[in-house]
């Protein structure tokens, strides 16, 4: 769906709203949420959701863990913290 302001056409920009707060169907976590990971080399570990890298097929979002270093990790591996 395209949106028309003033003349010009605007698509929808998920990652945009993600960014805003506002919510993005399928995406579970947002900016600064505190997640445990619960599978992959990191299981056991918590941190915090500071961006997400892709939406399709599955969302992605970077967590900074506790020790400081940042990992990529799906969706289906996160759970509320």
């Known amino acids: ?5 003033g003349g010009r056409t605007s698509r929808p ?5 993600w960014y805003g707060g506002l919510g993005v169907d399928g995406i579970e976590y947002a ?3 505190r997640v445990m ?4 080399e990191h299981a056991g570990e918590g ?3 500071i961006t997400i890298l ?10 900074e863990l506790a020790t400081g270093e ?8 996160l759970r509320p913290a």
């Open 70 to 77: 940042d990992t990529r990790v799906p969706q289906s591996a």
């Open 47 to 49: 941190g915090s959701v």
């Open 31 to 33: 900016l600064n949420d």
């Open 13 to 17: 920009d998920p990652l945009r709203d």
């Open 1 to 5: 769906m395209e949106h028309f302001l």
């Open 54 to 63: 892709a939406f399709e097929p599955e969302p992605l979002y970077l967590v």
């Open 37 to 40: 990971i619960v599978d992959g």
